[in-house]
Nanobody, 118 residues
Framework: QVQLVESGGDSVRAGGSLRLSCTAS????????MEWYRQAPGNGREWVSL???????YYTDSVKGRFVISRDNAKNMVYLQMNSLKPQDTAVYHC????????????WGQGTQVTVSS
């Protein structure tokens, strides 16, 4: 059974930091790119960051220099370190796993709430 379980969401003041974690199970973790998306109230889902199976990282412009994605293939976990948080970072953050083998399979977690107050 495939599972992606996010944790680490919280309410913080602007300028603060949070570290989100995503624990994966039920699939071969090293075969998947791992991503973070977010969805704010009233908005569509926004792609935030990706780390591929060899550790290359990519970020949406609005978080570059503030967020860091990482993964631990031995523990089947992916992380998102979020620094210098802004109120516009408020959203539900979802972890996703995208199969690199061309199957088109994408798995999603349920999300964790991040709230940043000014």
């Amino acid at each position: 059974q495939v599972q992606l379980v996010e944790s680490g969401g919280d309410s913080v003041r602007a300028g603060g930091s949070l570290r989100l974690s995503c624990t994966a199970s039920g699939f071969t973790f090293r075969d998947f790119d791992m991503e973070w998306y977010r969805q704010a109230p009233g908005n569509g889902r926004e792609w935030v960051s990706l780390i591929n199976n060899i550790g290359a990282t990519y970020y949406t412009d609005s978080v570059k220099g503030r967020f860091v994605i990482s993964r631990d293939n031995a523990k089947n976990m992916v992380y998102l370190q979020m620094n210098s948080l802004k109120p516009q970072d408020t959203a539900v953050y979802h972890c996703a796993a995208a199969d690199r083998r061309g199957t088109g399979m994408v798995y999603w977690g349920q999300g964790t709430q991040v709230t940043v107050s000014s």
